[in-house]
């Protein structure tokens, strides 16, 4: 397993002339902030899963990831924190084939106003995946099984516009509650749990829906320790108090570093989504390799 990690920071301040220094200036001084993080590793790990069809299985997982994170604080008024996070991996089961598992591709904007704990503030998210995924199915005029791509990038996909709350809890943190959330989501028509069910707009391969309703975007980077880090990229979507009207997305890493080039990764996945089915799925894989790290600032 291979990191590479980037950061930088950039302290900015000003003042008219000396005599027309003020508390003011001082603030914006003190609370400006530039700092980029980035993040790539090539893994492998055992997995234990379990669908949301409801069955389990084990196997072995290669998993390459990669994430880029910017914040800027330019003053004590104005800030925001993009991410980027993309994950690509790949299952081979005991006796069978190599298959796609995990695959994402997830950007998120925030802007905020205000500095102080609690800010307005509006995200723009973006989620999608990078290859068409494989659906097995019986050719009774071949009397055997075949195989045929369904989806690919933007399809599934969704674009969330929020507006609401937002909390820092640590610097590189963010906690984005949107009480105003407009959703727009695609997905394949071969992967829908009910096939037969109206929707906005329908092509012969592909729906696509719009949704209003409240969000919460979870964006979490702190150091535990000097030897733990915790990462966090999740986010839950809700229009009413039942089973079809919520999703969820929870992605949890936390990096143990064992020695030098030495890491041990537990990285978490939940996943809610009723369109495809009413089974939350889950993935928890344990890795350890090497990798590199590099500070900048």
């Known amino acids: 397993?291979?990191?590479?990690?980037?950061?930088?920071?950039?302290?900015?301040?000003?003042?008219?002339?000396?005599?027309?220094?003020?508390?003011?200036?001082?603030?914006r001084d003190s609370t400006a902030h530039n700092s980029s993080t980035l993040l790539a590793s090539l893994s492998a790990a055992y997995a234990v899963n379990k669908t949301q069809q409801g069955n389990s299985f084990n196997n072995i997982t290669v998993n390459g990831s990669f994430f880029f994170q910017?914040?800027?604080?330019?003053?004590s008024t104005w800030r925001h924190q993009h991410r980027v996070v993309a994950d690509l991996s790949y299952i081979k089961f005991v006796d069978s084939i190599w298959v796609k598992g995990i695959d994402r591709l997830q950007a998120n904007f925030l802007w905020s106003r205000n500095t102080r704990k609690w800010t307005q503030s509006w995200s723009v998210v973006f989620a999608t995946q990078w290859l068409p995924d494989i659906k097995y199915s019986y050719d009774p005029d071949r009397q055997k099984m075949v195989s045929r791509n369904v989806g690919g990038i933007c399809v599934p996909g969704s674009l969330e516009l929020g507006y609401g709350a937002t909390w820092y809890p640590w610097p590189g943190s963010s906690l984005q509650f949107a009480f105003a959330t407009a959703k727009l989501l695609s997905a394949p028509k071969a992967t829908l749990l009910d096939p037969t069910k109206e929707h906005l707009v329908q092509t012969t391969s592909t729906v696509f829906d719009i949704y209003y309703g409240a969000s919460l975007l979870v964006n979490i980077k702190h150091t535990l320790s000097d030897r733990v880090d915790w990462i966090n990229t999740s986010r839950f979507f809700a229009n009413g108090a039942d089973r079809d009207h919520?999703?969820?997305?929870?992605?949890?890493?936390?990096?143990?570093?064992?020695?030098?080039?030495?890491q041990l990764r537990f990285d978490t996945r939940l996943g809610y989504d009723p369109l495809v089915s009413y089974n939350m799925k889950f993935s928890q894989e344990v890795t350890l390799g090497l990798y590199y790290e590099h500070h900048k600032s």
């Open 1 to 27: 397993m291979i990191h590479v990690y980037i950061a930088s920071s950039l302290a900015v301040g000003f003042a008219l002339c000396p005599s027309l220094s003020n508390a003011q200036s001082a603030t």
């Open 70 to 75: 910017h914040d800027l604080q330019r003053d």
């Open 246 to 262: 919520v999703a969820l997305d929870f992605t949890n890493r936390i990096a143990v570093k064992l020695f030098k080039y030495v």
